[in-house]
């Protein structure tokens, strides 16, 4: 089946130490995106790929990066985790900036 | 610009009974609106979508919204909840308009609980 795929699950880092997302989707869809979701919140947009063009949210602190090497694939880079940033990362996908939203099932990420 | 509201953050019905949950959306252009589920520790699933089309929607799971543009309403419901509704609702609007279109935006969800 088609999907949104997100590796790992659960991720435990420590304080300032970087960390990786990674997402892979069969889909074939041109966007990509990353939401942050903390606890009892709605998802809140950090980026967006369309093809090979980055989109950054205003208020996305520069401490969060994106790759998107091919357009199977996306990372999210977190270059010095804080305490704040532990949350649900969720990617997902839709074939063109009107369409729907396909979303993996997280990776939930734990700053010690 | 564009925003949701959902009212209640939190709704309780018992099994069997009517699901309502509301959604009233802001936007100076034609919205597109959308409702997903979310699951415990799940990423979001798509219930229905609304792309203006016809005015009642339905989806996934027995779940149907209708649009209601007097009211800027498209509210959620299901005639009979299943203990396996319990879960947390959130609506979602984007705006599509000449100058480029808007992220999807969120509202802050619903948290269902079934009761036996």
């Known amino acids: 089946d088609a999907m949104v795929i997100q590796n790992p699950r659960y991720q435990v880092t420590q304080f300032g130490k970087p960390v990786t997302l990674s997402c892979s989707q069969t889909?074939?869809?041109?966007?990509m995106y990353w939401y942050q979701q903390k606890s009892s919140q709605a998802p809140k947009l950090l980026f967006h790929?369309?093809?090979?063009?980055?989109?950054n949210e205003a208020d996305t602190p520069d401490n969060f990066q994106s790759r998107r090497p091919n357009t199977s694939f996306c990372f999210l880079d977190i270059r010095s985790p804080g305490l704040g940033d532990a949350a649900m990362y969720l990617c997902?996908?839709?074939?063109?900036?009107?369409?729907?939203?396909?979303f993996g099932s997280g990776t939930q990420l734990s700053v010690l | 610009a564009q925003s949701v509201t959902q009212l209640g953050s939190h709704v309780s019905v018992s099994e069997g009974a009517l699901v309502l949950l509301r959604c009233n959306y802001s936007?100076?252009?034609?919205?597109?609106l959308f409702w997903y589920v979310q699951y415990p520790n799940q990423g979001l699933q798509l219930l229905l979508k609304?792309?203006?089309?016809?005015?009642l929607v339905k989806g996934i799971n027995g779940f149907e919204a209708e649009f209601k543009k007097s009211e800027t309403s498209f509210h959620l419901t299901k005639p009979s909840a299943h203990m396996s509704d319990a879960a947390e609702y959130f609506c979602?609007?984007?705006?599509?308009?000449?100058?480029?279109?808007?992220?999807?935006?969120f509202g802050t969800g619903t948290r269902l609980t079934i009761i036996p």
């Open positions: 997902a996908t839709s074939r063109d900036l009107e369409g729907a939203l396909f």
């Open positions: 889909l074939n869809h041109n966007v």
């Open positions: 790929y369309y093809d090979k063009d980055f989109n």
């Open positions: 936007s100076s252009v034609p919205p597109y």
């Open positions: 609304y792309t203006s089309a016809a005015t």
């Open positions: 979602a609007v984007r705006s599509i308009s000449n100058f480029g279109n808007e992220k999807l935006t």
